[in-house]
């Protein structure tokens, strides 16, 4: 819609006639002094062309108006009506706003379907195919977005069918953002084969592994894999197309290419940092049975991203079962840290594991100096975060447990800094 407003902006003040002729004198006049002397800024220029709008612009401009008051007010079958009637404007070609007129068109007629009850898949596929003909600066786009509605409907094969001619669609000199789309589509085309592999995967029998359904399952394999592959060698972020990778490699029991995917997908430098990829890694290890020391390393990395991942819980609880005192501190940061955020600060298993984690820092240290060390940075904020008297009330009445875990920790983690938590808790117990 602003992009809408943008383009019904306000008309242009023009400045008189007198002002006109003056403006060339002036320019007459100045175009006779030295250039290289001049250091005065350039003034706007005051005068302005104007365009003269013939009528059809302005039948077309009235009725966009008209469209843009009906889709505010969410009078969709009204907005539809004068849609109708605008999209007419894509056969003026006496103006430079060509192309902004076509991608209204399109983003406001696929908008005003959304809205409709009564819109069938026929509606969208005349606007698609009308504004696929229309131009071809948004061809890709357009073509991207038929597929994806078609993939709400359940039409795969449609769908499929769209990506495709896409893919082989070409016009002019490979530009970098048509390149960047084209990738996209090479994307999204590997996960409809995916999509349709699903589908061949649910009807294949268990007893006869086999059948001929079984080979076309390969296929769309095959072809998804291609893409998928190639995904890898362009920095981003994939996730679902590195998940349905996986999956069928997987499936296959190429558990050693799925691993080799993943490590790449999380380690890589040239990708941008996602929590997601060192999830996705840690999982699939986790159902490969890997040993702790491996699963620790990955969530070592997802902690540096994410220190308040839910992840974290279980890292800490691998560090606590190590029995290594690096560890064992380790473990105590973890947890400190996503009781950093307001997110856990009732949750009770991180604090039961910060209680198993203090009591065996206790039993090797005399003061718990690395609690004390931890909790320096902390001590003007903590005690406000965690251990108020509204806390305490708060705690008890609705998990007595975890007021009592706290209660355990508050002297230890804040000593003589939370009066008010130890008051009520003495109150309210007594």
Known sequence: MEALDEYLGPPVVLEDESDSSDCSSRKRHKSKLPLAKSKLPLAKPMCVEAHVENSFQKTCRICLEHVREAMLHHRWQEAAEYMASYTQVLEDRSTVKAQPDKELVWRMSTEILHHLPNATVTDYNIIYERMKHSGFKHYLMICLEHSFHLMLHGDIEAAKHQVSIAESWRHGKESVSQLQRIRLI?????????????????????????????????????????????????????????????????????????????????????????????????????????????????????????????????????????????????????????????????????????????????????????????????????????????????????????????????????????????????????
Request: aromatic letters at 12%.
């Open 186 to 430: 090479h994307a999204y085309r590997s996960l409809l084969d995916y999509i349709m592999w699903c589908e061949k995967k649910s009807t294949l029998s268990n007893d006869n592994p086999f059948e001929s359904d079984s080979q076309g399952m390969h296929t769309f394999f095959r072809l998804a894999s291609t893409n998928l592959q190639e995904i890898l060698k362009n920095p981003g972020v994939w996730d679902p197309f590195i998940l349905c990778y996986v999956e069928m490699l997987e499936f296959y029991g190429d558990n050693e290419e799925a691993q080799k995917v993943l490590n790449h997908y999380a380690y890589d430098n040239s990708f941008p940092p996602n929590p997601n990829a060192h999830v996705y890694l840690y999982q699939f290890l986790k159902r490969h049975d890997t040993p702790d020391k491996k699963l620790m390393k990955v969530l070592k990395h997802l902690q540096v991203l994410v220190p308040s991942h839910e992840l974290m819980l279980t890292y800490s609880c691998l560090l606590l079962q190590s029995e290594k005192e690096s560890h064992t501190q380790k473990a105590l940061g973890v947890l400190l840290e996503m009781l950093d955020f307001q997110c856990w600060r009732s949750n009770l298993d991180v604090w039961k594991c910060l209680h198993a984690v203090i009591h065996q820092l206790l039993q090797r240290e005399e003061r718990a100096t690395s609690v004390q060390t931890q909790m320096a940075v902390r001590n003007d904020w903590w005690p406000a975060l965690h251990f108020t008297s509204f806390h305490a009330k708060k705690d008890l009445e609705e998990n007595s447990e975890l007021f009592e875990v706290k209660a355990s920790l508050v002297e230890i983690l804040c000593p003589g800094q939370s009066p008010r938590y130890t008051a009520e808790m003495q109150m309210l117990t007594s």
